[in-house]
């Protein structure tokens, strides 16, 4: 007989080994999530758990099992295992300047989900973020050009009552949060594949908002945004 996982927080808060695929199976991806805002709670608060990170790295070595997959920004302050409280082996993590989400980056969600396994697809992007004011500034350097030119729809996108300037914060991070939600009507739009699991109730596929002078991550409710 299988032993019943206790609640969801027993199992990405475990301090000793590595999520296996039994743990990992039982979990809803409404759970996946739940366990998420709560590791991202333990890091605001400075409570996060005492993980025995040798033991999980001896125990994933032969196969893993993660839960989720998360595609955050390269920006060196939002390490995605960190703020949201997870070990080795409980999370796939993609990171790219502007989180933004090309064709590698959407076959690297469809091997973590449909090959995978994991339940929970996590888009987000962060406060003051470097490569949103490198697209509003018309940056241009050598392949980051091409990079800070997939951020430009969510500029278009973005209305404004004031000026339109990388200077302005509170106009940068309502760039970036129309980036993450154009990024999410890619995955869906772009991925038949995510988009049938997430039908089928199999997959969530959420964006979020991380607040760097805070910790928290701010999971969005979605509005109708297209590309223009």
Known sequence: MTRPVASSAQV???AHGALTKEQRDRLTPAQVLDELRKGNE???AGAMVSRDYRAQQRSSAAAQFPACVTLGCVDSRVPAEVIFDVGIGDMFSARIAGNIVNDDLLGSLEFACAVAGAKVIVLFGHTA????????DDVEMGNLTGL???IKPAITATKSSGKASSKDDAYVDAVARTN???GLDGIRRRSPILADLEKKGALLIVGGMYDLSTGTLDFLAEAPVSEP
């Open 12 to 14: 990405l808060a475990q």
């Open 42 to 44: 333990r890091f605001r």
């Open 129 to 136: 973020c470097g490569a949103v004011k490198g697209a509003i």
């Open 148 to 150: 800070l030119a997939r």
């Open 180 to 182: 993450v939600l154009l």
